[in-house]
């Protein structure tokens, strides 16, 4: 009876640790800010390092993102160790994005390594798997909770290009993320391996994508969508801001049942231009992730929140955080 009643208490834990709703930031650029001599600061101007503040204003997990020789260094696996024994420090999981670049990867470029440049297809996988035990060594080398990995980002047209373009070459897609996923469960077994797309409002792009791996029997966790109405209005997705708010959970519910995989928002942002209507916005980002998707999105990422300048959906001013975070304050004290 004593072991019976061990087993459902551990059973217990479990199963509230997956049906938790996460919230989050991507603060990958703090170092970098930090060598620059930014300081950040709380709202009431009190100085305050960015993984901290994020503790403080109710997030509860961080996501990293990693490249694999970047120039400076930063976003390399030791950098993502730097930020991630910070996080580890605050109780507060972490979230790796494996770029497989040695800069951005998007929906737009996905540029192979310079070190990878030369490799052919089986040698290009074990280059990925490489990388990825690597750097995700490294990390459990010093005990940090990795809870999910993104195996590429923003993959909508494949990665690795031209040898792993989904448009091109699916088959050469999905074995490179195989080769991702399997690497990951080597190091991390219990972690949620995450293929990310861009536009959770458009099912074109999902299908496309997790038809293709489904059918050359990829095994993944999780699909991580990026939920931008700015970026949505801007590409002539929808006509307003309703209509991602309104979409992006319609295509959620449906990928879940299709593909029989939770969700997760992993990337999101407003307009730090119109804090007031940012605040609005992301509140209602939230909200539906929360309540419109039928329990099958766990979580919402800021990305880059602290970025300023030329970006336009970072959510600081000053260097301090604008009312637009407080959706994420108030989402956390529900």
């Known amino acids: 009876m004593k072991t019976l009643l061990l087993f459902m208490a551990i059973l217990a834990i479990e199963l509230s640790a997956q049906d938790k ?35 403080e204003l109710g997030l509860d997990a961080i996501r990293l993102r990693v490249w694999v020789d970047p120039k400076g260094g930063f976003c390399n696996k030791e950098d993502v160790l730097r930020m991630a024994l910070r996080a580890q420090a605050l109780g507060m999981p972490v979230m790796i994005d494996f770029h497989y670049s040695d800069w951005w990867a998007d929906p737009a470029k996905q540029n192979i390594p310079a070190a990878w440049k030369d490799l052919n297809y089986k040698q290009m996988k074990k280059a990925l798997a490489r990388h990825t035990e ?18 590429g980002n923003e ?31 080597k190091v991390y077994p219990d972690a949620v391996t995450i293929i990310h797309l861009d536009c959770a409002c458009d ?13 050359h029997g990829v095994k993944y ?32 519910k449906r990928i879940s049942e299709k593909y029989g995989v939770e969700t997760m928002v992993v990337e999101t942002g407003v307009e730090v231009a119109r804090p007031k209507e940012g ?8 909200d539906a992730a929360m309540n419109d998707c039928d329990g099958h999105c766990h979580g919402v990422f800021y990305w880059a929140p602290e970025l ?6 970072g959510a600081f001013k000053d260097h301090r955080p604008t009312i637009i975070m407080d959706a994420f304050t108030e989402a956390a004290g529900k």
């Open 221 to 252: 966790d999780m699909i991580g969508v990026s939920v931008y109405p700015y970026w949505d209005i801007d590409s002539k997705l929808e006509t307003d801001y309703h209509g991602t708010i309104r979409d992006f959970p319609k295509n959620i």
């Open 134 to 151: 690597e750097t995700l060594r490294l990390l459990k080398q010093h005990d940090i909770d990795v809870k999910w990995v993104q195996v």
């Open 279 to 286: 605040k609005v916005i992301m509140k209602a980002i939230i």
């Open 203 to 215: 099912p074109a792009r999902y299908d496309f994508i997790f038809d293709g791996l489904r059918e």
């Open 155 to 185: 993959t909508t047209n494949g990665f690795l290009w031209p040898m792993g373009r989904a448009q091109d070459n699916m088959k050469q897609y999905a074995g490179l993320t195989q080769a991702g996923c399997k690497a990951v469960k």
């Open 308 to 313: 300023e300048g030329q970006y336009p959906l």
């Open 21 to 55: 709703f996460w919230l989050g930031a991507d603060i990958s650029g703090t170092t970098e800010l930090e060598s620059r001599g930014v300081q950040l600061y709380n709202a009431a101007g009190e100085p305050r390092e960015n993984t901290q503040l994020m503790k």
